[in-house]
């Protein structure tokens, strides 16, 4: 019987193939296969964790701002009653408050409670409580 190392030390390639069972050849591809769709799939979810990261934005895009200036701020807009209150500050029996964003209420002194948006609206109430007796 030949000594199989004397040959397998001759040509080492020969070795390695002849070494191994056939199933140990095809468990070996299957790893292969096996690694290189894990470092796919990996490689996918951290291209879609970067994107994630790069759509969460720790400030809010130019167009967005731009929709929030259409609307007044609640400054300016409480800015707005600015000479209503000082004819109010003039009326006597007459409670007012200013409530968040921009709201006047008047409080009369008979009960009677008359809420505001608009300045020139309030404006007009006043002259005309001013115009009774």
């Known amino acids: 019987m030949p000594d199989t190392r004397e040959n397998s030390k001759a040509n080492p390639d020969a070795n390695a193939t002849s070494d191994r069972r056939p199933d ?3 468990i070996l591809q299957a790893i292969a296969d096996l690694r290189t769709v894990l470092l796919s799939k990996a490689e996918a979810q951290s291209a879609e964790i970067q994107k994630q990261k790069t759509l969460c934005l720790d ?7 731009a929709h929030r200036m259409l609307r007044k701020r609640p400054a300016k807009l409480r800015a707005g009653f600015g000479e209503v209150r000082n004819m109010l500050q ?10 968040y964003p921009a709201e006047l209420r008047i409080m009369l002194g008979n009960g009677e409670c008359s809420r505001f948006k608009d300045p020139k ?3 007009d109430f006043i002259q005309n409580l001013k115009l009774k007796p």
């Open 59 to 65: 400030w809010l895009p130019l167009l967005d701002r």
């Open 90 to 99: 003039c009326c006597e029996g007459i409670q007012y408050g200013l409530w």
């Open 121 to 123: 609206l309030a404006k």
């Open 24 to 26: 140990q050849d095809v």
